[in-house]
């Protein structure tokens, strides 16, 4: 499985902004996608998860701002960020699993920065 996220960039505090990752290769189900960021000098911490069964789940920080979505026809996982602060600056990884092996997949990151 190959994962390509884009959409990251500079914006200003407030405003929105989403993310894509695109996977490809063997994407089977059940499978669990997530999003994760790491802002600079901390470690990768998990934002949010979309499992293909649809339950979707949040961490603290970015409930109710964030929305994660995926397309499976397209086999896409999304983040819609929405009301954005300075502490929102980091890199944003996504990551795909199997279900049925656990088997791990991470992205290359896209990088969101966000100014005062």
Do not use: H
Not at 14 to 25: F, K, T
Not at 35 to 54: L, V
Not at 72 to 86: D, W
Request: with cysteine.
């Amino acid at each position: 499985v190959q994962l390509q996220a884009s959409g990251g960039g500079l914006v200003q505090a407030g405003d929105s902004l989403r993310l894509s990752c695109a996977a490809s290769g063997s994407i089977d189900s059940p499978n669990i996608m997530r999003w994760y960021r790491q802002a600079p000098g901390n470690q990768r911490k998990w934002i949010a998860t979309s499992e293909s069964n649809g339950r979707t789940n949040y961490a603290d920080s970015v409930k109710d701002r964030f929305t994660i979505s995926r397309d499976n026809a397209k086999n896409t996982l999304y983040l819609r960020m929405n009301t954005l602060s300075p502490e929102d600056t980091a890199v944003y990884y996504c990551n795909f699993q199997l279900q049925l092996t656990q088997r791990s997949y991470w992205g290359q990151g896209t990088l969101v920065t966000v100014s005062s």
